[in-house]
C-alpha cells in the first residue's frame, strides 16, 4: 500500500480551498482565483477522503475562522471552517507541543512567529507545505522542507 501524503496547510491556503471567490467581474483575475480554489479544494478533499494527513497548528483554527468571518460575513461559515479543519486534522498542535522546537527553528530561520510554527510543524511532521505565503514558502524551501506555493501551482497546473 502507497504511504499517504503528509501536509501542513497553512491558513492562506485552507481559507482559499474553503470559500469560493466572491469577485463578481469575470476577468483574468477571477479565473486565477478560481483556478486557486479548486487546486486548494481539491487537496482539502484529498485530506477529508483519508488520502492525505493534515498537521495544523492550534492557532491556524482562530485566524481561519476569523479571515472566513470577514470574507463572509457569516459566523455559520467561519464555524463550519472550523469544524472541518478540527475533524480532518491528523493532529493539532497546541504550542506547548512544539515550543522548544519552533524557538530553535525561529532563531535559525528569523520567520514571523506564526510562519514559524507552520514551519516547525511541517519540518517535525515531515510533511510538505501548503501555502500562499511566498516568504513562508521561500524560508521552506530554503530549510529543506518541501513546500507548494498555491499560486505557482496554478501556473504549473
Do not use: W
Not at 82 to 102: D, G, K, T
Amino acid at each position: 500500500m502507497a504511504s499517504v501524503v503528509k501536509y501542513t496547510i497553512d491558513t492562506s491556503f485552507a481559507v482559499k480551498g474553503i470559500v469560493p471567490p466572491r469577485r463578481k467581474k469575470r476577468d483574468e483575475i477571477l479565473e486565477k482565483q478560481q483556478k486557486m480554489h479548486k487546486i486548494a479544494r481539491s487537496c482539502l478533499d484529498k485530506v477529508r477522503d483519508k488520502h492525505a494527513e493534515m498537521y495544523i497548528p492550534a492557532v491556524a483554527l482562530i485566524e481561519t475562522a476569523i479571515v472566513i468571518s470577514r470574507i463572509t460575513n457569516n459566523e455559520d461559515d467561519s464555524r463550519k471552517a472550523v469544524s472541518f479543519l478540527r475533524r480532518n486534522a491528523a493532529h493539532v498542535f497546541y504550542e506547548h507541543e512544539i515550543l522548544e522546537e519552533a524557538i530553535s527553528f525561529g532563531i535559525k530561520a528569523k520567520a514571523s512567529g506564526y510562519d514559524t510554527i507552520f514551519l516547525t510543524i511541517a519540518e517535525v511532521t515531515q510533511s510538505e507545505l501548503l501555502t500562499d505565503d511566498s516568504l513562508q514558502h521561500k524560508i521552506a524551501l530554503s530549510r529543506g522542507i518541501v513546500s507548494h506555493l498555491l499560486r505557482d501551482m496554478v501556473a504549473n497546473d
